[in-house]
């Protein structure tokens, strides 16, 4: 089982940028496949990005691709997700989360297995 604790939400202005991190215990990191889901008010839960397990290969949702950046740093237990070029409708709640599988599993949030509690973005207009 593995733990994770996101940070680095906040308040943004469109055009800007935020690095979300996320860091797991365990000493079996490296044996999860990581990625960031986000929910926004009203809405379900949506996928944003996954990285495999030794960071070889990033899935992207389209709405971020070209934007947001994954990556992992497995010394260090933890995922980042960079976010560049933040819209008004980026706003959301940010997940971070883990699965020992990686692949089309992740692009729904039931076929993820553990779930950080979010850390809120707000970008505003």
């Known amino acids: 089982q593995v733990q994770l604790v996101e940070s680095g939400g906040g308040l943004v202005q469109a055009g800007g940028s935020l690095r979300l991190s996320c860091a797991a215990s365990?000493?079996?990191?490296?044996?999860?496949?990581m990625g960031w889901f986000r929910q926004a008010p009203g809405k379900e839960r949506e996928f944003v990005a996954t990285?495999?397990?030794?960071?070889?290969?990033?899935y992207y949702a389209d709405s971020v691709k070209g934007r947001f950046t994954i990556s992992r740093d497995n010394a260090k237990n933890t995922v980042y997700l960079q976010m560049n070029s933040l819209k008004p409708e980026d706003t959301a709640v940010y997940y971070c989360?883990?699965?020992?599988?990686?692949?089309?599993?992740?692009?729904?949030?039931?076929?993820?297995?553990?779930w950080g509690k979010g850390t809120l973005v707000t970008v505003s207009s």
């Open positions: 989360a883990a699965d020992r599988r990686y692949g089309s599993s992740w692009y729904q949030a039931n076929g993820v297995a553990y």
């Open positions: 365990g000493r079996t990191f490296s044996s999860y496949a």
């Open positions: 990285i495999s397990w030794s960071g070889g290969s990033t």
